[in-house]
């Protein structure tokens, strides 16, 4: 059938409703003067047949019934029209009203019978479905208050996390020759990059915490200050030493807390130490990879498989590599890499990741950056994010 000829049919049997509910009082109506008009042909032939000399019995209880039968007919309307069409009228005109959005309105009717019933029980479950929504509305103004101040917080919080990177040392350190693309899944999240210098040398790199949103991004801040203390304690010229130090540091503060034993505490992190005057980089991973690329080869330096803070300790190791000219260097989290996306919703992974650096190694670092977020944008369609993001990448020339 097609669709017009459904549209055709679903009007029909609407108007046959709407008729069918606004046509009881004139039915009622026409009911009663079809009954009148019986009943007064019947008392105009019996009182023919009486004058045309019928005298029987019969006849005469005839008449009589006849007439006592209009009579019942005529007070059998009053009392319906009286007792239930006017009221279902003056009801359906009430309940209308309330249709409207009249939020005092009830339904009122002048006497004590079975409609004053039904109308009384229905005016009780409308008043209490009044005050439950009056109370649902309050609740949700609270929670939309509560909600605010929530969100509030946390952009509050997004801003001081985006103060602890160190955007403006990359820009002093690298200028156009870096970029950094950052998308936490939440406001706030557990991806931060680093960058520390010290002389003709510079440590830079990215970590992803356990966790993202308002957990992740508080343990960076704990990241944060294990950091610290750990390049203040051995410096930046061996990661693998700081990364040691720095798992050294996080076990120190978590040791005495017993709830972080049943939570994810684990840090993902890959450190580059760059010397500019000897054009050498030194790599430690832990859990994360170095890759570099000029867009006609890619290799690629793996991590060590023990994240920071694990439960079972590991051991990293300094990777020392020559900073090549017209090669560009990446670190990337996992966040990257795991993203679903496609025709079947498997992850980035590091094949098709490969062929994005390859494909764009050559770029400007500006146009690589936007290169990489679009890339992971059409290849993630309407997949939601599943993780913070972070990819740091730098090249000399």
């Known amino acids: 059938m097609s669709s017009r000829g ?28 079809i009954n009148g008009g019986v009943l007064g042909y019947l008392i105009v032939v019996s009182g023919l047949n009486l004058q045309e000399g019928g005298n029987t019995v019969t006849d005469y209880l005839t008449m009589l019934l006849t007439i006592l039968l209009a009579l019942l007919a005529m007070l059998s309307f009053r009392i ?14 009430q309940a209308k009203r309330i249709e409207m959005g009249d939020s005092d309105a009830l339904l009122v009717v002048p006497h004590e019978d079975e409609i004053h019933q039904l109308a009384m029980a229905f005016n009780l479950v409308l008043t209490n479905m009044r005050a439950a929504y009056r109370d649902l509305d309050q609740s949700n103004e609270h929670l939309r208050h509560a909600n605010k101040q929530i969100a509030d ?8 996390q985006r103060s602890i990177l160190p955007d403006h040392q990359l820009k002093q350190a690298f200028g156009e020759r870096h970029f950094v693309l950052w998308e936490p899944k939440d406001i706030v999240g557990g991806d931060y990059y680093l960058f520390h210098s010290d002389g003709g040398h510079c440590l830079t790199g990215v970590a992803d915490c356990a966790g993202h949103g308002v957990p992740g991004a508080m ?14 304690d051995v410096g930046i010229h061996s990661p693998a030493t700081v990364l040691q130090s720095i798992d050294n540091s996080l076990r120190e503060i978590l040791r005495d807390d017993q709830a972080t034993r049943s939570i994810a505490t684990s840090m993902d992190m890959g450190l580059v130490l760059l010397d500019f ?16 690329s000029d867009g006609l080869e890619l290799n690629s330096m793996s991590g060590e498989h023990r994240a920071l803070c694990d439960r079972r300790r590991g051991s990293y190791r300094d990777h020392d590599l020559p900073l090549l000219p017209g090669f560009t260097y ?4 996992d966040g990257y890499l795991d993203q679903s996306g496609g025709e079947d919703g498997f992850a980035v992974g590091h094949e098709r990741f490969s062929g994005w650096l390859l494909e764009n190694a050559r770029k400007p670092l500006a ?11 059409r290849f993630r369609g309407d997949y939601p994010q599943r993780d913070d993001i972070t990819i740091l990448s730098f090249r000399f020339d």
């Open 277 to 292: 005057t000897a054009r050498k980089l030194r790599f430690a991973g832990a859990r994360i990879s170095l890759f570099w």
């Open 6 to 33: 459904v549209s055709l049919k679903r009007l029909r049997r609407g108007l046959l409703r709407q008729r069918g509910q606004a046509s009881i009082q004139s039915t009622f109506t026409l009911i009663t003067l």
């Open 367 to 377: 146009d690589q950056r936007q290169a990489f977020a679009e890339s992971l944008a």
């Open 80 to 93: 319906i029209d009286t007792r239930v069409i006017r009221p279902l009228g003056h009801l359906s005109r």
């Open 153 to 160: 917080s946390i952009r509050y919080a997004g801003i001081l």
């Open 219 to 232: 343990m960076t801040m704990m990241a944060r200050v294990g950091v610290d203390r750990a390049i203040q």
């Open 330 to 333: 990446y670190l990337t989290t």
